[in-house]
């Protein structure tokens, strides 16, 4: 491997050293060339990265006033947002928020109170007065209730009547309309509402809560009470929206209890409800004995006893005297009779009981659960087959054996008796797509910049490398034509042997040359100057 990287190395040390210096200037031309393209994009894309929004939700009005401001100033900004907001540079931001709120930007051309302090040197008329009054009293209360919770705006609308000239005609009373914009998925609760309502009708003067009327972007009424509204207004919208979250509810705890038996990716669940809005108010009043074994207990007992025995009193006068009966015919003789009078008074207590009821709605007053079960199974082979009848029908009792109950205790008894088996629907089918994931991975967005910037660079590598192999055919191809003629320059051994005192003397010269070449120098000088 080492060798390898020094053999590029010589080469293209080699390479760089034959190039002739307009191409040592293209080259490093070109690579400058592409460093700075890499900057300038990197420079740009972090300089728009930097930009934050100083203004949001504006009207047009508002954005070309803060666009003429911006341009008086030479400041950077861009318009975001379909024109309803403004981004300047990070480091501006703080500066020309302070700046342009000094100068009373951006101005919406709602008047507000403190419009009459700035301008109370101005001479108007009653009629205009009056006008601009209202309009500050809306924009008051538009900006009061844009502090609440859950809202993001409002608009108000009030119509207040003029005074009456005479004091024998009647106030007439005030009205509001107020339409609020809602955060996304923010519900708002009945005592919410009700504050709302209570806010607004304290603001303005002779303003009952009945004359009153609040709404949101999405036309849904929000009623004082919140009757048949349950929090979120008396629409189809959420009555749906409570139906689709009971059913959810059901399918994610079926889903969660079957997959953990079969697999997730086994079966799929869904579940129909019929729930019922109804909302019951009933008063009951109930009288029940205190000693349920006796079924009374007495309180106050009072008996009177009287008896009289004596002679039968003939017709005569009534008894009148002292010791005699009243009313009682007396002064007889000869009679013999009796009288006797029992009388027995007693009270009893009891339980009075009054219940006053208020019957909570969403009763799940009929459900249905659907489940398709995959029927398939893969071997450890990779082949897949299906699930036997024995054991299909052993799954489809135990699933219907937990749905059965399920469905007996969401649906309300209240509603008759109930038949959870003919509620439930198992359906066994093979599943298409299983090996598809739940959550696919979302790859984060690459900037364009670095597409063209690597496209660039495997440019220039792809040139070096083709400028490389150029010069590497042209050194083998010069070193196959010195190694040919080398070759062809070769002279071929002589076979003639010569055994005479001359040759011998040449081949031992021939031989101490080879071996000591300093001392068969100094030997050649000291024979030439002997010479």
Request: hydrophobic share 35%; glycine share 6%; proline share 4%.
């Amino acid at each position: 491997m080492n060798e390898k990287l020094k053999q590029y190395k010589d080469k293209v040390t080699g390479y760089y050293t034959t190039m002739s210096k307009k191409q040592k200037a293209l080259l490093f031309g070109g690579i400058g060339a592409l460093v700075a393209v890499i900057i300038l994009v990197t420079v740009m894309t972090s300089a728009k990265s930097d930009m934050v929004a100083l203004y949001n939700d504006l009207s047009i009005q508002e954005v070309g006033q803060i666009k003429e401001e911006l341009d008086a100033r030479g400041a950077t900004y861009e318009i975001s947002d379909a024109g309803t907001g403004v981004k300047v540079p990070e480091s501006m931001a703080d500066s020309l928020l302070v700046d342009l709120a000094a100068q009373g930007i951006p101005d919406s051309g709602s008047i507000d109170y403190s419009f009459f302090a700035e301008n109370s040197s101005w001479g108007v008329t009653d009629n205009e007065f009056e006008v601009m009054k209202l309009d500050a009293m809306q924009t008051e209360l538009a900006n009061l209730i844009t502090q609440i919770d859950g809202i993001n705006g409002a608009e108000v609308n009030l119509n207040i009547p003029e005074k009456p000239v005479f004091v024998s005609d009647e106030q007439q009373p005030s009205t509001a309309s107020i339409v609020i914009e809602t955060a996304p998925g923010y519900q708002f609760e009945s005592g919410n509402m009700n504050a709302l309502y209570h806010l607004v009708s304290k603001s303005i003067p002779n303003l009952s809560t009945d004359d009153i009327v609040i709404m949101n972007q999405h036309f849904e009424y929000f009623d004082l009470n919140n009757q048949n509204t349950f929090g979120s207004g008396d629409t189809y919208t959420s009555q749906q929206q409570i139906k689709n979250d009971i059913e959810k509810d059901i399918e994610r705890n079926v889903q969660r209890m079957l997959g953990s038996m079969i697999g997730m990716n086994k079966v799929a669940i869904s579940a129909t409800a019929d729930v019922d809005f109804t909302q019951e108010k009933r008063v009951e009043k109930l009288v029940e004995p205190v000693n349920e074994e006796n079924d009374t207990l007495p309180v106050s007992i009072e008996t009177i006893t009287e008896s009289y025995t004596g002679e039968q009193p003939e017709d005569g006068a009534v008894g009148v005297e002292e010791g005699e009966i009243a009313n009682y015919p007396a002064g007889v003789e000869g009679n013999v009779g009796d009288y006797e009078l029992v009388k027995e008074s007693v009270n009893n207590e009891f339980n009075r009981i009054q219940r006053d009821i208020v019957e909570s709605p969403y009763k799940i007053r009929d459900l249905g659960i659907q489940v398709a079960i995959d029927n398939t199974r893969l071997l450890e082979n990779g082949e897949v087959e299906q699930l036997t009848a024995q054991e299909q029908t052993s799954v489809e009792d135990s699933v219907a054996s937990i749905l059965n109950s399920i469905i007996s205790t969401s649906i309300d008894k209240s509603y008759g008796e109930i038949a959870p088996e003919e509620k439930v629907s198992i359906v066994f089918q093979p599943f298409e797509g299983t090996d598809t994931l739940a959550n696919p991975t979302v790859s984060p967005a690459i900037p364009a910049w670095v597409y063209i910037a690597g496209s660039m660079l495997i440019l220039a590598i792809i040139i070096l490398i083709w400028m490389l192999r150029r010069k590497s055919s042209k050194e083998e191809v010069v070193e196959e034509v010195e190694t040919s003629e080398i070759q062809e320059q070769e002279i071929p051994p002589i076979t003639h042997t010569d055994d005479s005192d001359s040759s011998v003397r040449r081949k031992q010269l021939e031989n101490y040359a080879q071996e000591k070449p300093e001392e068969f120098a100094k030997l050649l000088r000291s024979w030439i100057t002997d010479d």
